[in-house]
């Protein structure tokens, strides 16, 4: 009896130092949760999740302070992947947030563009150019379709269209 | 000319019925003039041609209608006489689907009539040579359609030109056949294109199921005296005739998958392409048409036919004496890598190089597939060494990521893992539809990683910006706070914008 | 003229499930046939029995996990496992053994792990491993072969049937006449006694080579496997290698001290050695899937039976070998894998 427990003792301290050893001295074969759901979002930045940007709902997601339904540019495919990740039930897509979509790229008409220089600073991956006083432009290599800048718009000339287009 | 064998078993691969005896039992039909041609402006990998023919114009056989601009281009020619009808777009048939493009329709006069005089001559300078190749029209006529003249401008010296005679395909025999009858041509074209790559060694490669063709151009070999010539003869197994699996079959070298053979100093032709060649530089005869297998059990007279480039498929048919029985599916290309057509009303084009009209017991019907039992069949069968079960998971997943590491872009789409699996899986099709979803989840990928880079500096700017106005004003307080003279001379300062502000104000009124 | 479109490739598949799963079964009836005729119709009655709990069980698991019925149950790997299970079950055995068996087998190893092609043991293994753990008493009672000069008592197909069915034997025979002891125990409890293995195969129960009646049986099963091989059903990795793991270290150790050890050929021709080469250990679906992996996968499941026969518990270890094995299957797939074309 006292054989017997001291051997199973012993043996699960063992194992236990093993464990506690491979943790410590192997290289980390994951990253941390906040850096894989980031992956996994599309990293656009519309801050439609209500979040400032990607990272920051990643963080709030890892953290289980929000939820994964939050990313409508992602669309259902990313709550599934998020799901999948985080082993948690899939729940609908909150579509109430916005309707950003990859899909689409925002267009400065220059015939209304008034040079205000009041986009430009909002654009989170500095897509539209332009100076004071000038018309305004957008890149749409860079555009992620986020609608940030629509809002700040005096005149409105800011429009979404198909990126293909 | 030495004849060996290459002591390399091929890898992976399927010994299929071949179905070749009905359409190699007779010599091959010459002599067929359309009454209509479709001329695609784009019959070659790389940009259009522009035509230079109007409508209405009559155009003679052989007569430029189409140039090339680009580099890797090839001219199109008018392959009989007629009358340009119209220049409008079309469906055509290209290398792996059907695509609407702009064509040249001809209404052929049957008078067959040929430009006057052979067309230029031979130049002497390697780079006219090169352009009177693109101006000949001459493609990779074993399917890809490549232009000839491009790839006999390699970027890394050529160690070995590979001429493929390797037919592994079933169905496919125009390829032997040309060999029987134009060994010799065949010979010269092979020669006229090491000269050109200045290649120190030529390998014929072909199979050993075709004694006649290989006869025959051993003979050829042998009269044209060169001592740099051989002659490969290859197992009968599908798809050696792949230009990488064959690299690796002649020189036991592997294609590293980012790199196309030439790239590592081998260069495959096809042997229709050599002959094609000597025709232009013998004959001063453009590419005008090619050797088609027309076979399968829904056809009269299976046989090969050297048909004008832009024959419509169905006159094609009609020449062979039109479909017999109830024909369940027509193919261009072999029966595996080819594809079906919707309709007979689609052209031949350089690179179309069988048609099947395949009654219904010949074709694959059981769509109904079961469970993988990962008997690995597949993974037995596969050229390319990959696990398609694995990668068949990993792609009804959507898993990029093992997407990538189980290689579906070295997929060949050859079609053995689908043909041997037992459950009866589509693997090639799911193989095929899974690369563009992951070449758009690729683009998507390197987008989101640069928006996030993006996105990182403008945060990091906007910060230092906050952070420097704030320095700045810290500053012009201290100043302010701590010296008597400095804080007169900035009330003086704001005194005198003021001022100023009030002066232009009035000056405005 | 307007034709209908299939995607690529049009070559009509040349395999089929089924077509596999049939001709094992047709390899297997040679095999079968020798088995009726040396140990009496509870071969049979087994079979049919094991058959018919597999396919019962496998219409049950699939209605209740709602996918259809009609094409897993036409595709016979049920009747295969049943075979399977019967042949190592012994042919004087209950109904409810090859039952309990061949249910074990569809609806824990091969439905519970998501049904054909997703099974990570083989089920005909795991149906007689439960059984053997289960009810060891009834799966030992093993009968002596029928020959002529043996001491044994013929059981006709009634009376086989009434010990199956009510477990009554005819009214002058009890069990303990009817049972003996298999070649494979005999040797281990002989060697384990200190006897001789050439004391031990003196016995009458034994003849050229390994066990009388068990020869020819075994001989039949190497006949089919033969016939698979030929027929490209299975191919040579893994039966040729689990029988060089089984007879390279029987060979070494005979010849170290051919008193202790039993002969390679002992071993080849007893227990379920061919029937595991050939059969049990190329299921496809639990083994390893790349050539390599399955040379390692065969050489594995030979060593470890050989293990467990000479030193392990058991008189026979093929059924726990290859549970063994399909385990490491994950782990020898991934060391397994090979370069793809082109790669370094």
Redesign the interface.
């Known amino acids: 009896m006292l054989i017997g427990t001291v051997v199973l003792a012993g043996l699960a301290l063992g194992l236990c130092a093993v464990l506690v050893l491979t943790d410590r001295l192997l290289p980390a074969g994951r990253d941390p949760v906040a850096e894989q759901v980031e992956s996994l979002l599309p990293r656009i930045q519309c801050a439609q999740c209500g979040y400032p940007g990607c990272r920051p709902y990643a963080e709030a997601i890892a953290a289980g302070d929000a939820d994964i339904n939050r990313c409508p540019p992602g669309g259902e495919e990313t709550v599934r992947r998020l799901a999948d990740l985080l082993g948690r039930e899939v729940p609908a897509l909150d579509t109430t947030l916005g309707n950003a979509s990859m899909n689409r790229v925002a267009r400065i008409d220059e015939r209304n563009c008034i040079g205000c220089n009041r986009c430009v600073p909002v654009c989170p991956v500095d897509a539209v150019v332009g100076v004071q006083q000038t018309i305004h432009a957008v890149i749409a290599a860079h555009c992620t379709g986020c609608e940030l800048c629509l809002a700040h718009c005096p005149v409105d000339c800011i429009d979404l269209v198909s990126r293909d287009a | 000319m030495l004849e060996y064998t290459p002591d390399r078993r091929p890898?992976g691969g399927?010994r299929?019925p071949a179905h070749k005896e009905a359409s190699t039992a007779q010599p091959i039909a010459r002599g067929f003039v359309p009454g209509t041609l479709i001329l695609a402006l784009q019959q070659h990998q790389g940009p259009p041609t522009t035509p230079v023919v109007r409508r209405g114009e009559r155009v003679l056989k052989g007569q430029v209608v189409a140039r090339a601009r680009a580099l890797r281009s090839a001219a199109v020619h008018a392959s009989t006489s007629g009358h340009v009808r119209a220049i409008e777009d079309r469906l055509v048939p290209s290398v792996h689907a059907i695509h609407r493009t702009r064509c040249i329709v001809i209404d052929a006069d049957g008078e067959d009539e040929t430009r006057p005089g052979s067309g230029a001559a031979w130049p002497k300078d390697p780079e006219e040579q090169l352009e009177h190749i693109r101006d000949g029209g001459i493609v990779g006529l074993g399917g890809g359609v490549f232009p000839t003249a491009e790839k006999l401008r390699p970027h890394t010296p050529c160690k070995v030109l590979i001429v493929n005679g390797v037919e592994c395909e079933?169905y496919i025999s125009c390829d032997d056949m040309l060999m029987r009858e134009a060994a010799a041509e065949i010979i010269d074209g092979a020669l006229i294109m090491r000269d050109l790559l200045a290649a120190p060694e030529c390998i014929v490669a072909v199979e050993r199921d075709k004694p006649q063709a290989i006869e025959a151009l051993l003979e050829a070999g042998r009269a044209s005296g060169d001592a740099s010539l051989k002659l490969a003869d290859i197992p009968t197994v599908y798809p050696t005739g792949g230009e990488?699996q064959l690299v690796?079959m002649l020189t036991g070298e592997?294609?590293?998958?980012t790199?196309y053979p030439s790239e590592i100093g081998y260069i495959c032709q096809n042997v229709g392409t050599a002959y094609a060649l000597h025709r232009l530089v013998r004959a001063g005869e453009p590419l005008l048409s090619r050797v088609v297998t027309v076979a399968g059990e829904g056809i009269a007279r299976p046989q090969n036919v050297e048909t004008p480039i832009g024959t419509p498929i169905?006159e094609l048919i009609e020449f062979c004496g039109g479909?017999v029985g109830d024909?369940?599916?027509?193919?261009l290309g072999g029966?595996?890598?080819?594809?079906?057509?919707?309709?007979?009303e689609m052209p031949i084009t350089k690179g179309s190089n069988c048609l099947?009209a395949?009654v219904r017991r010949?074709?694959?019907?059981?769509?109904?597939e079961?469970?993988?039992?990962?008997?690995?069949?597949c993974?037995?069968a596969c050229?390319?060494?990959?696990?398609p079960?694995e990668l068949l998971r990993a792609a009804r997943d959507n898993d990029h990521a093992l997407l990538d590491e189980?290689?579906l872009n070295?997929c060949i789409e050859c079609?053995c893992c689908?043909?041997?699996?037992?459950?009866?899986i589509?693997l090639?099709?799911v193989f095929?539809n899974a690369k563009f979803a992951h070449a758009r989840y690729q683009r998507?990928e390197v987008?989101?990683?640069?928006?996030?880079q993006?996105?990182k500096?403008?945060?990091e700017r906007?910060r230092a910006n906050v952070q420097r106005g704030k320095a700045r004003q810290d500053h012009l307080r201290h100043e302010v706070e701590t010296d008597e003279a400095a804080r007169q001379k900035a009330i003086e300062a704001a005194i005198k914008r003021a001022r100023q502000r009030r002066g232009n104000d009035s000056d405005a009124e | 003229m307007q034709f209908d479109v299939a995607p690529g490739p049009h070559t009509a598949p040349i395999a089929s499930v089924p077509l596999t799963m049939r001709r094992v079964l047709y390899a297997l009836a040679p095999a079968a046939f020798a088995h009726v005729w040396f140990f009496g119709s509870g071969f049979a009655i087994n079979f049919v029995v094991a058959t018919a709990t597999a396919l019962a069980a496998e219409a049950a698991v699939l209605r209740l996990r709602r996918r259809p019925t009609r094409v897993p149950l036409n595709d016979c790997s049920a009747i295969v496992t049943a075979a399977l299970l019967s042949f190592a079950i012994p042919p004087l055995a209950p109904w409810w053994i090859p039952a309990f068996g061949a249910a074990s087998a569809i609806v824990v190893a091969k439905h519970l792990y998501g049904g054909l092609g997703r099974n990570l043991f083989n089920p005909a293994m795991v149906g007689y491993v439960v059984l053997l753990i289960s009810f060891p008493a009834e799966l030992t009672q093993w009968i002596p072969p029928r020959m002529g000069d043996l001491d044994y008592q013929h059981l006709g197909f009634l009376a086989h049937l009434s010990y199956s069915l009510t477990g009554a034997l005819p009214a002058d025979i009890t069990i303990d006449a009817l049972t003996r002891a298999t070649p494979l125990d005999l040797v281990k409890e002989g060697l384990r006694s200190a006897q001789t293995y050439s004391e031990i195969r003196a016995g009458s129960l034994f003849g050229g080579i390994a066990g009388r009646g068990w020869e020819w049986i075994n001989s039949f099963i190497a006949l089919g496997g033969l016939y698979l091989l030929y027929t490209g059903t299975i191919r040579w990795q893994i039966p040729i290698m689990l029988l060089v793991g089984l007879l390279f270290p029987a060979t070494l150790l005979w010849l170290v001290d051919a008193d202790r050890f039993a002969t390679p050929g002992f071993h080849l021709f007893s227990g379920a050695t061919l029937l595991g080469a050939f059969f049990i250990a190329t299921d496809p679906v639990s083994a390893a899937e790349s050539d390599r992996g399955r040379l390692i996968f065969g050489a594995g499941i030979g060593f470890l039976t050989y293990c467990i026969r000479t030193w392990g518990g058991y008189p026979d270890g093929m059924a726990f070998s290859v549970l063994l094995m399909n385990s490491a299957v994950p782990l020898i797939d991934r060391y397994t894998r090979p370069r793809i074309y082109g790669r370094n």
């Open positions: 890898t399927l299929l079933p990488r690796e592997e294609v590293p998958s790199h169905g479909y024909v369940d599916r027509l193919i029966s595996m890598m080819g594809y079906a057509l919707p309709n007979d099947i395949a010949e074709v694959r019907q059981d769509f109904s079961r469970f993988c039992i990962r008997c690995g069949n993974a037995t050229p390319a060494r990959l696990l079960q189980f290689g070295d079609g689908d043909v041997i699996c037992p459950s009866h589509p090639t099709e095929r998507q987008f989101s990683a640069e928006t996030q993006r996105f500096r403008h945060e906007k």
